[in-house]
């Protein structure tokens, strides 16, 4: 009697636990969400350290991704890579006609997504002071810092900090 009981309740049990229990909209929003961050990853040899989201209501507010850049790169090289990530991602979510029911807004704008980019050197190391560290965009504005690494610290502490809006930087890059 066991043995029959193990032969139904295992593969019950095995099967059961692989169910997919999201929504259509999560389903979605991790499928457009892989979609970008390969394009981007690709297109602009970065790599990913993390990413997610907001759906607070059911609908998507936000998409959040950060990644890592490897070589030295000036605040105009910085500028125009964080913008063109931004816009790429943009129009792999904006051009996706099975996410725009579950978008809080449609089209998403620049402010809908936070972006982050640690840079490293070539070799993988710690840049600090007087190079660009970190970049990120969030709810339309644009922060580039200079970093200083501590060895009591886990983060690193910021040491110098320039800002501007999407729009600026979208702007800056058209002047050029």
């Known amino acids: 009697m066991i043995s029959i009981l193990k032969i139904f309740l295992i593969p019950i049990c095995f099967f059961g636990w692989f169910k997919d229990n999201r929504s259509e909209a999560e389903k979605t929003f991790d499928q457009v969400l ?18 997610g989201g907001g759906m607070p209501d059911g609908f998507i507010h936000n998409f959040n991704i950060s990644f890592k850049h490897y070589g030295v790169l000036p605040i105009e090289k910085a500028r125009g890579l964080l913008v063109n990530v931004t816009t790429d991602f943009l129009q792999v979510v904006n051009s996706n006609p099975k996410i725009r029911n579950y978008l809080y807004t449609f089209p998403f704008k620049g402010e809908d997504i936070s972006l982050m980019i640690l840079i490293k050197s070539s070799d993988g190391d710690d840049l600090e002071d007087p190079f660009l560290g970190s970049m990120c965009q969030c709810r339309g504005s644009i922060r580039y810092e200079t970093l200083k690494y501590l060895k009591t610290n886990l983060f690193p502490k910021t040491i110098k ?3 501007e809006t999407y729009d600026e930087a979208v702007q800056i890059l058209k002047e050029q």
């Open 161 to 163: 900090q320039t800002s």
């Open 34 to 51: 892989s979609q970008g961050i390969n394009l981007i990853q690709k297109k602009y040899n970065l790599e990913i350290l993390g990413s």
